[in-house]
């Protein structure tokens, strides 16, 4: 009877240990799938002239995604202010294609852009190789420095970018730093030694 309460123990022990190995990424976009059909979660910034943006049924999941149109000569943008911790490295990933049909696309009247605290970290224009009859992934790192403002803004002449499934993720947020796992071992073992000697105690006093 004592066995198997110790052995029940130790397995509830490993399996919250390697549940927390196990742990997913948080995404820290709020709506990076525009499933709400809107852009909740997004402060949008109109083009002065012609502004074209919207949420729209060309996804790469779901049902939503959100569409960068013909503006002339400005950019629509969507943008949030992240809370991050300073100095990690955080991967933003997005996928994003231009609808079928943008034969005429040069690097002149189409342009897609991200910016991270007002930096331009990638330029995507009319003439890149983005795929036109499906969505192409795009990722990479970036630096947070405790609250940080990610944006992406866009145009498209001939037709539409379209923008879908956004996310930014810590490096490091599905994998333990050793002190945190060890703490946290060192914890629940405590935890399992402590309810070992008083279901003992109990088992005593019970004969």
Not at 28 to 36: K, Q
Not at 111 to 117: N, R, Y
Not at 127 to 154: R, V
Request: aromatic share 12%; glycine share 10%.
């Amino acid at each position: 009877m004592r066995k198997s309460l110790i052995l029940a123990i130790c397995v509830v022990v490993l399996l919250a240990a390697s549940s927390a190995l196990r742990a997913d990424p948080i995404n820290l976009v709020t709506n990076g799938g525009f499933e709400t059909g809107d852009f909740t979660g997004w402060t949008v910034g109109y083009a002065a002239t012609n502004s074209d943006i919207d949420v729209y049924g060309i996804p790469h999941s779901g049902t939503y995604a959100a569409e960068f149109g013909q503006p002339t000569g400005d950019y629509d943008s969507i943008s949030q202010t992240l809370t991050t911790q300073a100095a990690s490295t955080y991967t933003l990933g997005f996928w994003l294609y231009n609808s079928p049909g943008d034969s005429a696309l040069t690097a002149s009247n189409a342009d897609f852009q991200v910016l991270w605290d007002g930096e331009s970290k990638t330029d995507i224009n009319g003439g890149d190789s983005i795929d036109q009859n499906g969505y192409t992934y795009i990722s990479f790192d970036l630096t947070g420095t405790g609250s940080d403002t990610l944006l992406f803004e866009g145009y498209d002449t001939p037709s539409y970018y379209n923008l879908d499934d956004v996310s930014l993720t810590a490096d490091t947020a599905d994998t333990p730093e050793p002190s945190s796992l060890l703490l946290l071992v060192t914890g629940l073992l405590g935890f399992a030694g402590l309810l070992r000697k008083r279901l003992a105690a109990f088992l005593l006093f019970a004969r």
